[in-house]
């Protein structure tokens, strides 16, 4: 499975940016599929998943509310609504896919990742 990850730019604060996550290769079978950011010397961080149906989606506490994922499998793409954003919502979203669908909140319950798109919050 490929990854493409896109849709990331400059926003300033309060503003809103869609990324899409657009994936090709293997069939689109994956159970899982998520989103994660990484700032500049931070770790990893879990900001939502969406089952295979997408009748179960997971956000990150720090996301709740703001952000929202959604699938077009007929498109082969997942989706990031980000609203209402804040500077510490600057970093680099990566998204992933999982077969095994075992667990959506940690970086090693993904074996497919993207390349990454920057987001940028101005205040």
């Known amino acids: 499975v490929q990854l493409q990850a896109s849709g990331g730019g400059l926003v300033q604060a309060g503003g809103s940016l869609r990324l899409s996550c657009a994936a090709s290769?293997?069939?689109?079978?994956?159970?899982?599929m998520g989103w994660f950011r990484q700032a500049p010397g931070k770790e990893r961080e879990f900001v939502a998943a969406i089952s295979r149906s997408g009748g179960s989606t997971w956000y990150g506490d720090s996301v709740k509310g703001r952000f929202s994922i959604s699938k077009d499998n007929t498109k082969n793409t997942v989706y990031l609504q980000m609203n209402s954003l804040k500077p510490e919502d600057t970093a680099g979203y990566y998204c992933?896919?999982?077969?095994?669908?075992?667990?959506?909140?940690?970086?090693?319950?993904?074996?497919?990742w993207g390349q990454g798109t920057l987001v940028t919050v101005s205040s």
């Open positions: 290769g293997r069939t689109f079978s994956s159970n899982l």
């Open positions: 992933a896919a999982s077969g095994r669908g075992l667990d959506p909140f940690i970086p090693n319950g993904y074996e497919f």
